[in-house]
Every structure is written in structure tokens, then in C-alpha cells.
């Protein structure tokens, strides 16, 4: 049963049909449909991916790669060496919070400093000048 909208629409089809002045469309027939960019994404999500996709919205993952591009392109032409290192370090800074967006494990470079001083950090065991101090309470030391 047709509602009176598309009973409506079929007539206005049916008669632009007949008057020809409907687009040629054959060169259609039979051509498979462009891949579906979101099919990774679960079926659930994907018409929410797809309205925030078509308004403009793009997810914090894509944004950081644009950017991570971006400053590496930069880096390529940087001839001042105060603003290379500056960008290297934003580098750094934004490839660890993608890292941590993808759910991948952090590298932190087992060969960096930084590395070395967690791992001292961690391995010395507890002193009691370095223990934290517990407060006491007044009120029941009385």
C-alpha cells in the first residue's frame, strides 16, 4: 500500500519518464557500488560514523595523524634549529598520545635516559628518608 507521498513521487517519475527529460542513467546498470570506506567499523556504529563523517567531525585518531604528517613535512624543510627541536618534541608528544588512543603499548626507547631513571627509580628499594611520612593525628596521640 502506498502512502500518498509516494503515490505522488511515482506519478512525477512517471511523467518525467514520459517527457524525457529524466537524466539517461544506463551507463549505471550493472556497475557495483564504490567500496564502503567504514566496513571496518561494526555495523551498529556505522551510521553514527557516517553522519559525524559527513558533518565534518573527523575522529581524534585521523586528526593526530594529519598532524604527525604535517610536523614531519615540516621538520623536512626547518632550517632553524631551536624551532626543529621545539617540533621534535611535539612530535614525541603526539605520537605518544596516538600510541595511547590505538591502545598500543607506549614505547618509552629501552636505550633513552628516561627509560634508565624509571627503572633506577623502581629498583631501589624504599628508605626511610625516602618513605612518604604518614600524618599523624592529634586528636589520638592525646
Known amino acids: 500500500m502506498l502512502t500518498i507521498l509516494q503515490t ?17 542513467l544506463s551507463h549505471w ?11 571496518h567499523v561494526p555495523a551498529d556504529l556505522r551510521m553514527g560514523y557516517r553522519l559525524l563523517k559527513n558533518g565534518g567531525y573527523i575522529p581524534e585518531e585521523v586528526a593526530l595523524q594529519k598532524e604527525i604528517t604535517r610536523i614531519e613535512d615540516l621538520l623536512t624543510t626547518c632550517r632553524d634549529e631551536r624551532e626543529k627541536v621545539r617540533q621534535l618534541r611535539r612530535l614525541g608528544v ?21 627509560f634508565n ?20 593525628n592529634p586528636i589520638r596521640d592525646l
Open 8 to 24: 505522488i513521487a511515482e506519478r512525477k517519475i512517471q511523467q518525467a519518464m514520459a517527457e524525457g527529460s529524466m537524466a539517461d
Open 29 to 39: 546498470k550493472n556497475v557495483p557500488l564504490p567500496p564502503d570506506d567504514l566496513e
Open 94 to 114: 603526539l605520537r605518544t598520545k596516538l600510541e595511547g588512543r590505538m591502545g598500543r603499548s607506549i614505547n618509552l626507547g629501552e636505550e633513552g635516559p628516561y
Open 117 to 136: 631513571r624509571v627503572v633506577d627509580k623502581l629498583s631501589t628499594p624504599a628508605t626511610a628518608e625516602s618513605a612518604p611520612m604518614v600524618p599523624r
